[in-house]
């Protein structure tokens, strides 16, 4: 029997976790002469940072790879790594909105994301205990849209689709999560992302 929403689970990049200072990546940019986004492609979306997020490699293997396709000297690309994510920041006004939500209900976290994300969970943004489950992609083999990682979710959550809302910055994230029946939230503001969530637990 469908109780309403008692989860709620969160994608941290993008949603969490952004870029709020795109400086550094666009001075990469213009320096190499790439388009604005395109650095964010080659460091996300090439073959081996998939083999990442399946748990298959490592960041220091994204990153030889980067270093090759943007034919870097050793020196640049570890310059470039530093670079990349000195602009984000974890979004403390969204975290205090989540912890609140504890209160009433279960809030996990699905993300697809490299091996090393844990640690950076854990040790650097100490963000980790606040997600139960805490599902990464590195961990379990399985990448958003892939319905398979919704399911495993659920499981450990204890929660039927019905009673699981998803909030994802990706439409591809958002519309797999909803066609296995789970209530999905696009992510574009924080402030949306309150509302959405909050009108689908209205009444509670």
């Known amino acids: 029997m469908d109780s309403g929403p008692k989860v709620v689970f969160w994608d941290l990049g993008g949603v969490i976790l952004r870029t709020e200072d795109q400086a550094p990546r666009r001075a990469w940019e213009e320096r190499l002469g790439l388009a604005p986004g395109e650095l964010a492609r080659t460091v996300?979306?090439?073959?081996?940072?998939?083999?990442?997020m399946l748990g298959r490699a490592t960041a220091d293997d994204v990153w030889r790879s980067v270093q090759t396709a943007l034919k870097l000297s050793a020196r640049d690309r570890d310059q470039l790594r530093s670079d990349f994510?000195?602009?984000?920041?974890?979004?403390?006004?969204?975290?205090?909105f989540l912890r609140g939500l504890r209160v009433r209900l279960r809030v996990g976290l699905i993300s697809n994301a490299w091996p090393e994300v844990r640690?950076?969970?854990?040790?650097?943004?100490?963000?980790?205990?606040?997600?139960?489950?805490?599902?990464?992609?590195?961990?379990?083999?399985?990448?958003?849209?892939?319905?398979?990682?919704?399911?495993?979710?659920?499981?450990?959550?204890?929660?039927?689709?019905?009673?699981?809302?998803?909030?994802?910055?990706?439409?591809?994230?958002?519309?797999?999560?909803?066609?296995?029946?789970?209530r999905a939230?696009?992510?574009?503001?924080?402030?949306?992302a309150r509302e959405d969530i909050l009108r689908h637990l209205g009444g509670e």
């Open 119 to 182: 640690r950076l969970l854990e040790n650097t943004w100490r963000i980790a205990t606040d997600f139960d489950p805490l599902i990464l992609s590195a961990e379990v083999g399985l990448v958003k849209p892939d319905v398979s990682i919704f399911r495993q979710a659920l499981i450990q959550a204890a929660a039927l689709p019905t009673q699981a809302i998803f909030v994802d910055d990706f439409q591809q994230n958002t519309d797999a999560a909803a066609a296995l029946g789970m």
């Open 85 to 96: 994510f000195r602009g984000d920041r974890i979004d403390e006004d969204l975290m205090t």
């Open 185 to 192: 939230v696009l992510f574009r503001t924080p402030g949306q």
């Open 44 to 52: 996300f979306d090439g073959p081996v940072a998939l083999e990442a």
